[in-house]
C-alpha cells in the first residue's frame, strides 16, 4: 500500500479538509480525515500541504501519432500532460493518418501509440461521408464502440482531405447509429459555406494579416452550424457535443437547447476564456486556430457560462504546429491554425479563474475532471476522489507564482499563448493510477509506457 499525506480535498465551494489517503493496486483504498498512520505502507506520497484534486481530463487533444509526428507525438503529447497536472487525455481521431475510422485503423494507432504514454487515454472515433454513402459506416462504428471509443467527431467544414465535413443528411445517418450505440457524437460547428467563401473572398482580395482570419471565420458561422446540427439532434435523439465554442451567441442557443430536454453538452478552451480578436492582433499566428478567437462580450459570456454550469468543462484542443515553421509566415493565412495548450490548461484556469474569484474550487474540480468522465463514461473509475476510483490525482499548490517559458515545454511545439506570463497556481505533482508521474521539482519521472488505454463504459 501507498499512503498519500498532508493534503487537503475540496469539500464544498472552497471549502477544504485534510485527509489521508492509501492507495493499492493503482485504485485508492481508503481516505481518512487529518493524519493517519495506522497501515504499513511501502512507501509515502508527500502532498505538502497542497490541494489533491482527481486528476484532471483533457477531453480534446490531437497528439498526431500517427500521422503528423513532426509536429506532436504520443510521447511528446502524453509528457505535456503529465507535466500540465492531466492524467488522462482522450486523443482526436481526424489527424491521426489514416483517420480512426475503422477498427483496423484503431488497432494500427493502438499498437502504435500504446508504449508511449505517460499519463492514460481514451480516444474518439471517427467517420467519414463515404463510410456513410456506402453503409459501411454501420459495422465500422460498432467495432470502434467494441474497442471502447468515446464517441465520433464530426466536422461541419474541414480543410483535411482524409476527414472531410459531413452534411447534414449523412449527419443524420450516423447520428441514428451512434444513438443506438449510446456513444457521443462531437462537432466542430462552423457553418462550411460562410467560412468557405469568405475566407477564399479576402485572400482573393488580398488580406493577408491577423484580422482578416478572424473576419474569413465569419462569426455567425458558429451559430448557424450550432442552430443545425442541434436541428439533426432534435430529430434523432442522440448525445451531441459541441466542442471549442466560441461565440457568446452559440452558447445561447446551446441552453436553449438544453431547456427544450436536447441532450446536449459543450465545452470551451483557455485561449477563448483569455483572448479576443485584439490580441490576436499583437500576438499573430501563436495564436491563430479555428474558430478563432472573438469578441470581448463573446469572453465574458463565455465566463458566465463556465459559472453557470451551460458549458460543462474545458478542453485545449491542443495542436501544435512546427514550430518556429509553421507559424512565422508573413500571410497570416499560411500560418498552422492550432495552439498546444495541454500542459498549461490548469494553471492557467486557477490563474484566470479561481484567483480572479470567478470559480471556486468544487467548479473548477467538475470543469476539469468529473463532467468530462460522467460525459464520456470514465466515471467512477475516473473524475472522483473516493474509495475504489483509479489513484489518479493532481497535487496544486493554489498560490505559487511562476513565469511560463515556452522553451520548457514538453510538446514539441514550444510555443504559448502566455509565454512570459506570470501565473498564480502550480501543479506540484501529478498521479496516475498511484504512481507519480511528474513532480514540478523534479520533471517527468515515470517511464513511458505508464499511461494505459481507458474504455469509455458508454
Ligand atoms: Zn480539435
Redesign the pocket.
Known amino acids: 500500500m501507498i499512503r498519500l499525506k498532508n493534503g487537503f480535498i475540496v469539500k464544498q465551494g472552497n471549502e477544504i479538509e485534510k485527509v489521508t489517503i492509501y492507495i493499492e493496486n493503482g485504485k485508492i483504498k481508503h481516505i481518512f480525515q487529518g493524519d493517519h498512520i495506522g497501515f504499513s505502507v511501502e512507501c509515502e506520497i508527500d502532498a505538502e500541504d497542497n490541494v489533491i484534486f482527481p486528476g484532471f481530463i483533457d477531453p480534446?487533444v490531437?497528439f498526431d501519432d500517427p500521422g503528423f509526428t513532426e509536429r506532436e507525438d504520443f510521447e511528446s503529447g502524453t509528457r505535456s500532460a503529465a507535466a500540465g497536472g492531466i492524467t488522462t487525455i482522450i486523443d482526436?481521431p481526424c489527424t491521426s493518418v489514416p483517420p480512426i475510422t475503422t477498427a483496423e485503423n484503431f488497432d494500427r494507432k493502438f499498437s502504435i501509440v500504446k508504449d508511449k504514454a505517460y499519463v492514460d487515454f481514451a480516444f474518439w472515433g471517427g467517420v467519414t461521408p463515404f463510410q456513410v454513402k456506402s453503409g459501411e459506416y454501420k459495422k465500422s462504428l460498432r467495432e470502434l464502440k467494441e474497442r471502447g471509443i468515446v464517441g465520433v467527431k464530426f466536422y461541419t467544414v474541414s480543410g483535411m482531405e482524409t476527414y472531410p465535413r459531413m452534411p447534414v443528411d449523412l449527419m443524420d445517418k450516423a447520428f441514428r447509429e451512434l444513438k443506438e450505440l449510446n456513444l457521443v457524437c462531437a462537432v466542430?460547428a462552423e457553418d462550411n459555406f460562410l467560412v468557405d467563401y469568405y475566407s477564399k473572398y479576402l485572400q482573393e482580395i488580398g488580406k493577408t494579416d491577423p484580422q482578416s482570419w478572424f473576419e474569413g471565420r465569419v462569426y455567425e458561422a458558429e451559430p448557424e452550424a450550432i442552430w443545425s446540427v442541434i436541428g439533426v439532434t432534435e430529430k434523432v435523439g442522440n448525445k451531441l457535443h459541441i466542442?471549442?465554442l466560441s461565440t457568446g451567441e452559440g452558447l445561447r442557443i446551446i441552453k436553449w437547447a438544453k431547456n427544450q430536454g436536447i441532450d446536449v453538452t459543450t465545452e470551451t478552451c483557455p485561449h477563448y476564456l483569455l483572448f479576443t480578436v485584439n490580441d490576436l492582433n499583437v500576438l499573430g499566428a501563436i495564436l491563430k486556430t479555428a474558430p478563432p478567437v472573438r469578441r470581448k462580450e463573446d469572453q465574458l459570456a463565455l465566463w458566465e457560462g463556465i459559472k453557470d454550469g451551460s458549458i460543462d468543462f474545458i478542453s485545449t484542443?491542443h495542436?501544435a504546429g512546427k514550430f518556429p515553421d509553421e507559424k512565422n509566415k508573413p500571410n497570416f493565412w499560411d500560418n498552422y491554425a492550432g495552439i498546444p495548450g495541454t500542459q498549461l490548461m490548469v494553471p492557467i484556469i486557477f490563474s484566470y479563474g479561481y484567483h480572479s474569484g470567478k470559480l471556486d474550487l468544487s467548479t473548477i474540480q467538475k470543469l476539469l475532471s468529473e463532467n468530462a468522465a460522467k460525459r464520456y463514461g470514465l466515471y467512477p473509475q475516473k473524475g472522483i476522489t473516493e474509495v475504489g476510483a483509479d489513484a489518479d490525482f493532481t497535487i496544486v499548490n493554489l498560490n505559487k507564482k511562476w513565469v511560463v517559458d515556452p522553451a520548457k515545454l514538453e510538446s514539441k511545439g514550444k510555443y504559448s499563448v502566455v509565454s512570459g506570463v506570470e501565473l498564480s497556481g502550480k501543479v506540484e505533482q501529478t498521479i496516475v493510477r498511484g504512481v507519480v508521474v511528474y513532480k514540478s521539482v523534479a520533471g517527468v519521472l515515470c517511464k513511458k509506457g505508464q499511461g494505459k488505454f481507458i474504455k469509455s463504459t458508454l
Do not use: T, Y
Open positions: 480534446h490531437h482526436m466542430h466542442v471549442h484542443d495542436a
